[in-house]
């Protein structure tokens, strides 16, 4: 009779070591790719805001005489207690104004306009973490009442700038 021989079938240290490498770099590629996924996330927001105030400041120029609401500079929006923010959304007659994702003091909303007794022009500009450029959406690059919407700032890293100016 033959004796049957027992495979050994553990793993040695060094096949270990191997193992928990892969899968360290591919947990390193999939959180990587999860950051940027929600910094995407966060910018799709972000421009679904600023529209909905451009939807709003639209709406406010057509029942007041073909101005928008008036501001001295420019309103940089941080967070919901920013009391020019709060003074906008009443002037606005809007229960709620959208604020940043993040609500921090890089990621913001600005609005400004043209003149401040009676302003005719606005921009709105949102800083951006995964775009490349400056956008411009319905004008001109340039500065109006406070917001720099030129390309004189640093357009290779964050926060890039997307501006929003009236029709």
């Known amino acids: 009779m033959k004796k049957l021989q027992k495979k050994d079938t553990a793993l040695t240290v060094i096949e270990m070591l191997i193992a928990i490498g892969i899968f ?3 947990m390193g590629i999939l959180v990587l790719n999860f950051e940027n996924s929600r910094k995407s996330s966060r910018d799709s927001v972000r421009l679904s ?10 709406n ?7 101005t928008y609401p008036v501001v001295s500079g420019k309103v940089t929006i941080h967070s919901k207690d920013n009391s020019d923010w709060t003074s906008l959304k009443n002037t606005l007659n809007q229960g709620i104004l959208p604020v940043d994702p993040l609500a ?3 990621y913001y909303y600005t609005y400004c306009v043209d003149n401040a007794s009676v302003a005719t022009q606005y921009v709105l500009m949102v800083r951006l973490e995964t775009s490349n450029r400056v956008v ?18 640093s357009e290779t890293t964050p926060p890039y700038l997307y501006c929003l100016h009236s029709p």
Request: glycine fraction near 12%; aromatic fraction near 4%.
């Open 24 to 26: 360290s770099i591919i």
């Open 49 to 58: 805001d600023i529209q909905r105030i451009a939807d709003m400041l639209e």
């Open 60 to 66: 406010y120029y057509l029942k007041n005489k073909n």
């Open 104 to 106: 921090n003091t890089t």
């Open 136 to 153: 411009v959406e319905r004008g001109h690059r340039g500065t109006l009442g406070g917001c720099d919407c030129s390309t004189s700032g």
